[in-house]
């Protein structure tokens, strides 16, 4: 078992925008990329699905050059909560479009915010989501997308759904389904609620219990310290604001005594690819598990 986590970003920090670097850039997004020390990368599609075929494909091949997965975060406006029924049954064109991306991009895994409550309980909102996760998997099946991978996200503000609870029930839609593990997302919806080492197992247990395969080894998983209110997620933060967590640390002490192997995209405010080397260069200083 040599293989561990994934470290990557969600779209790029400033310091490449700081670079100058005009248009889309695929060599110059895998170069600076590869940099950082990073083998991961996710591409934003939250105000759409709009990147051409080709213009993927040479993405795609830039960084499979550099040996960095890609995977897609699908467009913010799925809503498979919804009481509207329109709008909910929407949310699997915009997971097809997603899945067709990323197989362009030569990735597979298809982040996605599962939707909020609205003026429903938690239980009728989870109950039209677990409707529209079981027509999307079927959909994205009878699309010939089947080995693309979705991954409902943990959210960060409370009256969103998907509490940890919530994101598993998803992925027992289908073996396949896959949690994105937002940690920043959970802590800002607990109010502050991860604060070290106790709070990051209890979590990674709870994963391994419900799902009860490989899903809780390689597990997806979004990393930001972010600042929060009563109703939750406030705003995100870099690792230099300590004034709000979570700790990155614990958790990845915990990923290396576990021998689990997720993929974690850092969604810092503008150093997502320094704060993600930071937590990859902390994971590789870290003594490999003596075995038992
Ligand atoms: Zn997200």
């Given amino acids: ?151 409902p996200e943990t959210m960060g503000k409370v009256n969103q759904l998907g509490d940890l609870d919530e994101v598993l029930a998803l992925c027992g839609v289908d073996a396949r389904i896959t949690p994105c593990i937002d940690f920043g997302h959970l802590y800002a919806r607990t109010q502050g609620g991860i604060t070290g080492r106790a709070d990051y197992e209890a979590i990674l247990d709870r994963m391994a219990a419900v799902l009860g395969d490989a899903r809780a080894r390689r597990f997806h998983a979004h990393f930001s310290r972010i600042a929060y209110t009563a109703g939750g997620e406030k705003c995100h933060l870099t690792f230099a604001d300590t004034q709000y967590g979570p700790p990155h640390a614990p958790l990845l002490a915990l990923l290396r005594e576990r021998g689990l192997a997720p993929v974690i995209i850092c969604e810092s405010d503008g150093t997502q690819a320094e704060d993600a080397r930071t937590m990859a260069r902390l994971f590789a200083a870290l003594p490999a598990p003596v075995p038992a």
């Fill in 1 to 151: 078992m040599c293989d561990g986590p994934k470290f990557g970003t969600a779209g790029l920090s400033q310091s490449y925008h700081a670079l100058g670097i005009s248009g889309f850039a695929p060599q110059a997004l895998a170069d600076y990329t590869a940099s950082f020390g990073l083998d991961a990368f996710e591409y934003q599609c939250g105000r759409g699905v709009r990147l051409a075929p080709d213009k993927a494909a040479a993405l795609g091949a830039a960084c499979a050059e550099k040996g960095i997965e890609l995977s897609v975060h699908a467009p913010y406006y799925i809503s498979m909560s919804s009481m509207e029924e329109d709008k909910r049954l929407h949310s699997v064109d915009y997971l097809l479009q997603s899945c067709a991306l990323v197989k362009a991009l030569g990735g597979r895994r298809v982040v996605f915010h599962a939707g909020s409550c609205g003026r429903q309980s938690r239980e009728a909102a989870l109950e039209k989501a677990l409707d529209t996760m079981a027509r999307a998997q079927k959909a994205v099946d009878a699309a010939g997308f089947g080995d693309c991978i979705l991954c």
